[in-house]
Structure formats: C-alpha cells, structure tokens
Nanobody
Framework: QVLLVESGGGTVQAGDSLRLSCAASGFRFSSYAMAWFRQAPGKEREFVGQIITNGGGTIYADSMKGRFRITRDMPKNTIYLQMNTLKPEDTAVYYC??????????????WGQGTQVTVAS
C-alpha cells in the first residue's frame, strides 16, 4: 500500500521559515519523482517543485525559485520542502505527490493528505 504522509505544517509569521516533510512507503522510493503542490483557499492546486529521488535533480515553479528548496533523505524515504521568507500568500494546504520517474510531465499517481501552512501578516 502506497502511503505519503506530510507533516510540519502550522501557523507562522511573515518572514519566518518552515520545513515540511513527506514520508513515503509502499513503493520503490529510489525510482520515483516526488513533488510538492499547494492549494490556497478558492484557488487551483499549484505546482511548487519536484525532485528526482535518484540523483536529486530538482525543478521549481518560477515563483518558488530562491525561497523554496526540496531535498530528500534516501534512507528515510522522505522528502522535505524548506520554505524561507514566508509570505501571507504562501498560506495553503501543501501536498506531497509521487510518480515513477520514467513517467514524464506533472501527472502524479500518489498523493498525501496535505498539511496546512498559515502565514500571518
């Protein structure tokens, strides 16, 4: 059974940093592309960035470059989203997603339940 479990969300002040975690199980983590998405109230889900677990290559949405960073811990089957200089507009539910790395595009097969991030001004 594939399972993605996000954690680390919460309420922070503008300018703060926060690190989200996504623990994966039930599939071959080393052969996957893992991603973070977010969805703000009343808005569509938005791609944040992706990491290829084998090699660690990353891509980011243009608006996320510079403030957000995705890393992975292979022994722990976990990816992280480090978010710096947070802004109120970063408030959203953040989701972890995964797909086999041989697939292309941004259609992901597995999703976590999400973790809420609220940035107070």
């Amino acid at each position: 059974q594939v399972l993605l479990v996000e954690s680390g969300g919460g309420t922070v002040q503008a300018g703060d940093s926060l690190r989200l975690s996504c623990a994966a199980s039930g599939f071959r983590f080393s052969s996957y592309a893992m991603a973070w998405f977010r969805q703000a109230p009343g808005k569509e889900r938005e791609f944040v960035g992706q990491i290829i677990t084998n090699g660690g290559g990353t891509i980011y949405a243009d608006s996320m470059k510079g403030r957000f960073r995705i890393t992975r811990d292979m022994p722990k089957n976990t990816i992280y989203l480090q978010m710096n200089t947070l802004k109120p507009e970063d408030t959203a539910v953040y989701y972890c997603a995964g797909r086999p790395s041989w697939k292309s595009g941004r259609q992901y097969d597995y999703w976590g339940q999400g973790t809420q991030v609220t940035v107070a001004s």
